[in-house]
């Protein structure tokens, strides 16, 4: 039986690696091992619950207004014993995070394999996003396996020199976990609390617009254009609904409720745990993000996205139509997000698009690649 290390610290990290989690349960040749750094730590606890995963492991590492450079050594120093307590045969991770680099960093040292999941994403720019390219781009000349979503993520690893027979193509595990959550709150009929009935209900033929935002390279001049641009299609669309589950980070909540609240057609929440974000963005009509999961997610339930930067990694959903680059400039959000609500045609040839990011069986595939490079 070989062991498996599943390392990570936020949200997103753990909605990917949870369906993993629990294909490798289920497998008698390999016994997980679940550590969490807690990089987003009542995010991440919401995750948990909705997976049944519980952490063997939990470094509870994240303090408050902590630097990049902080919490990076201080993630390496915890996971550089914990690697040599626990000896696993493998470490997988998964995205961009500063727990993926710090993690990976701390495997090479202690000679353990690695194996990368959502691996390949490029924008080839070191500063957007801000640091997720570069703790990418570096675990990806640390890593021994490579889990590419897609066929150009495989092509990206390739260009800059990573072995052809160490990257697989399975999907996006972050599909696997969205159709077993999707069918969960819609077996449970889950809704918001909070959230009036009338704007829950889809049948009122009132439009609900999904906000969410949260990119470092966004704060300041980035947050208050996008709240302009909400405010400005509040206005404009006094029947739509807008929804925005407010990240904790001070940099965001504070630009979010000097400029949204107060507005009768929007709601402004605290973040919501996973399944009703799901149910969420099941009842939503337009996605308004700067989240890379959600630019995978959404377009399994047929959503529309605006996605509120200048650059992304995920190049397929724009290539395929699911998925439109606004920036953060108001003009072009509302513009965006106008069109969407106005123009049937416009809006039918969105939300129609197939998802470039898989089918549902990611998870399967990186078990059975496993398989194949430890049992061959």
Known sequence: MKKVSVIFGTRPEAVKLCPVVL?????PDFAPHVCVTGQHRELLDQVLDVFGVRPDVDFDLMRPNQGLADLTARAITALDGYFRDQQPDVALVQGDTTTVFAASLSAFYNKVRIGHVEAGLRTWNKYSPFPE??????TSHLADYHFAPTEPARQNLLREGIPAERVFVTGNTVIDAL???VEKVRAEKTVVPGLPPSWWNEDSGRPLVLITGHRRENFGSGFEAICRAVAALARRFPDAVFVYPVHLNPHVREPVFRLLSGHANIHLLD???????????????????????????????GKPVLVMRDTTERPEAVAAGTARLVGT???????GVSSLLSDTRAY?????????????HASERILQTLREQFFP
């Open 271 to 301: 973040p919501l745990p996973y399944h009703q974000f799901v149910a969420l963005m099941d009842r939503s009509t337009v996605i308004l993000t700067d989240s890379g999961g959600v630019q995978e997610e959404a377009p399994s339930l």
């Open 133 to 138: 390219e570069v703790n990418r781009m570096l």
């Open 23 to 27: 294909k490798l349960r289920e497998h």
């Open 329 to 335: 400039d108001a003009d072009k959000i509302v513009e």
């Open 348 to 360: 039918r040839d969105m939300a129609s698009k197939i998802n470039p990011y898989g089918d549902g």
């Open 179 to 181: 159709l077993i959550a």
